[in-house]
């Protein structure tokens, strides 16, 4: 059993940033691999960035070069860095991790509003 909780959401203006952190509750490196997911009102729930087990990280074309995932072993923490806010961004962030055995835990969210 993996718990995994998200912190760092709230109401920032375009252009802002926000930093997001995933605290889990075991050490980060017993999973596969781990994620940033997105779910803004009336649109599926989409990827935002990942990260595996040995550090290798691929993020959406919608964030490149704005957003960047990253993670500190020692404190069993993922993060994700959110520069160059926009509207679009506003969405409910989930946090995800997936042990080997492909099992998946999410984390309860936490929400990002981008407005002025």
């Known amino acids: 059993q993996v718990q995994l909780v998200e912190s760092g959401g709230g109401l920032v203006q375009p252009g802002g940033s926000l930093r997001l952190s995933c605290a889990a509750s075991?050490?980060?490196?017993?999973?596969?691999?781990m994620g940033w997911y997105r779910q803004a009102p009336g649109k599926e729930r989409e990827l935002v960035a990942a990260i595996t087990s040995g550090g290798v990280t691929n993020s959406a074309d919608s964030v490149k070069g704005r957003f960047s995932i990253s993670r500190d072993i020692a404190k069993n923490t993922m993060y994700l860095q959110m520069s160059s806010l926009k509207p679009a961004d506003t969405a409910v962030y989930y946090c995800s991790a997936v042990q080997w055995n492909e099992r998946r835990y999410w984390g309860q969210g936490t929400q990002v509003t981008v407005s002025s």
């Open positions: 075991g050490s980060i490196l017993s999973l596969n691999r």
